[in-house]
């Protein structure tokens, strides 16, 4: 279980003389025109955990959806409506994280996580459609690339990407496998589900503090967005990052259901979003 004074440790506190430079810069690629959100939540997120520079890598047909709903968010527009524009995703390579393939449907999502795999040396997640890509150009691109990896499959696709059978997840040793796997490809792995399951093929966490009010789609975009951020400035390990990425996101959950008196069926990805601050200044007072 991640404990609370963690927070303390990593949490950066925002200096008088500080700018949005001192606290790093984090680029989304992704969206689709069926799904347009998945990269406004993920966006929402990462604003709300610090990160002093957010950037949305979209297509035109999607950039003219969402533009005007983040004020606080730029753009690099994919002006063909595919991703695979190396004059854009060059761009992408100055980023301090990139967070790859929420709301991808594209036929080009492979050639253009092919790119980054091959050319960017920073903190790369690959979420949602992006594991999808990664699966068709192989897992041994893993290996080859410079980039430090997070990837965040829940359980279905941890099945696809791995192929791992996970019908019945207690008859497999999912915590040994996940090492395993994270240690032979050099990666962090986070197998999200009410317990998460997050290694780095040397050390793991299992994170216990999930809520049913999480059980809904959004969820998965929020906690990319989040890692997105941290990893961006906070100066710890991924694997942790991405354990505290999922701790303060259930800590909100739950803030919510409190705060708002709102019943679990009813809590969306957006209300933890706007919680996220409250859970943060709680910690900041030692509360």
């Known amino acids: ?3 609370n004074n963690k927070f303390l440790d990593y949490l950066l506190i925002r200096k008088e003389d500080s700018n949005k430079g001192t606290y790093g810069k984090t680029i989304i690629i992704g969206g689709s025109i069926n799904y ?34 983040n004020p606080e968010v730029i753009y690099e527009v994919f002006e063909d409506d595919n991703f695979y524009d190396e004059k854009v995703l060059t761009k992408c390579l100055k980023y301090s994280s990139i967070l790859f393939g929420n709301g991808i449907v594209d036929s080009k ?9 091959s050319n960017y040396k920073g903190k790369l997640i690959i979420d949602a459609g992006g594991l999808d890509a990664l699966k068709n150009i192989g897992l041994n691109k893993l290996k080859e690339s410079s ?9 279905k696709e941890f099945e696809r990407l791995f ?28 197998l999200k589900d009410h317990e998460s399951i997050i290694t780095d093929g040397v050390n793991s966490y299992l994170i216990n503090n999930g809520n049913a009010g999480l059980a809904k789609a959004g969820s998965g975009d929020m906690l990319a967005g989040m890692i997105a951020s941290f990893i961006a400035y906070i100066d710890c390990s ?50």
């Open 163 to 190: 192929e791992v059978n996970v019908t019945n997840k207690h008859a497999i040793d999912l915590k040994d496998k996940c090492y395993s796997l994270a240690k032979e490809y050099n990666i962090v792995i986070d």
């Open 109 to 117: 999502k492979e050639e253009a996580l092919d790119f980054l795999l």
């Open 238 to 287: 991924l694997l942790d990052a991405v354990s505290m990425s999922h701790f303060l996101m259930n800590e909100a959950c739950k803030l919510v259901s409190k705060l708002k008196s709102y019943s679990l069926h009813s809590i969306t990805a957006s209300d933890v979003i706007d919680t996220i601050g409250i859970v943060i200044r709680r910690y900041e007072r030692g509360i």
């Open 147 to 155: 980039a430090k990896i997070v990837l965040t499959p829940h359980l």
């Open 36 to 69: 347009p959100g998945s990269i406004v939540i993920a966006s929402s997120a990462a604003l709300k955990c610090g990160v002093g520079y957010v950037c949305l890598g979209v297509t035109k047909s999607v950039y003219n959806r969402v533009a005007c709903v």
């Open 1 to 3: 279980m991640y404990k």
